[in-house]
């Protein structure tokens, strides 16, 4: 037997079904039965997490209450930019939330790396900022121009342009990255690794979404215990 998983997914949907291949792609399973049970909720209607105001906590908190009444027993949000809601989301249900960019903050100390590139809305910034300091690593982000030119790219992978240009716009933004110090570069954004790979930098590339389909597993495998509420 394992956990129930609950996934508050739809930030984007695309990023979401990326997160759900992740997670079975890491299952150690012979057969159907060998699987994760997962609970999704797939909402697209979730107000925009980049507008401030939009109301988006109280309707996630909603989300994980649903999620809770259906048995799920442990949360997981492919989602870094609303996990500024991650104490509301816990409150409301009383589930364990699986953190991503706790996750990832981690992975990056473990690498070794003092300067740390984050290619991230402005609010899932906020949070890599904070965790990465706790840790005593600095965070290089990109400057206003070029934050300006990633968030145009998140809202295009989200109507689906995954194309060639694309996908050398995100590089060249990762690249801009590493030129002012990063040692490391973690996909903040969901949508990020939807056009970016290791192969397309010279330095380490740490994805949030597919270091919290590990842990998901690990947890509702109990493998580790799930983190406290």
């Known amino acids: 037997m394992s956990l129930i998983l ?3 997914g739809g930030m984007g949907p695309a990023a979401t079904l990326d997160f759900l291949g992740k997670l079975q792609a890491y299952t150690p399973a012979e057969g159907d039965q060998d699987h994760i049970r997962v609970l999704m909720d797939l909402n697209p209607q979730v107000p925009d997490r980049n507008v401030q105001g939009s109301g988006a906590g109280p309707v996630l908190a909603e989300m994980a209450g649903g999620l809770a009444g259906g048995g799920a027993e442990v949360l997981a949000m492919p989602c870094n930019t609303a996990h500024a809601h991650a104490t509301l989301i816990t409150r409301a249900c009383g589930l364990p939330l699986i953190d991503m960019i706790g996750g990832a903050a981690k992975a990056a100390a473990d690498a070794g790396a003092r300067r740390v590139g984050v ?10 900022r904070e965790y990465l300091a706790a840790r005593g690593l600095g965070m290089v982000a990109l400057g206003p121009e070029r934050q ?3 968030m145009g790219l998140v809202y295009r992978i989200k109507a689906g342009d995954l194309t060639a240009e694309t996908r050398a716009e995100m590089a060249a933004l990762a690249h801009t990255l590493v030129a002012d110090g990063a ?4 996909a903040g954004c969901t949508e990020a690794p939807l056009v970016l790979s290791h192969r397309d930098i010279q330095v380490p590339l740490i994805d949030a979404g597919d270091l919290l389909a590990r842990r998901c597993v690990a947890v509702c495998l109990e493998h580790e215990p799930p983190p406290p509420i």
């Open 6 to 8: 609950g996934v508050l």
């Open 119 to 128: 290619l991230g809305t402005k609010g899932a910034l906020r949070l890599y």
């Open 148 to 150: 300006e030119a990633f």
């Open 183 to 186: 040692e490391t570069l973690i």
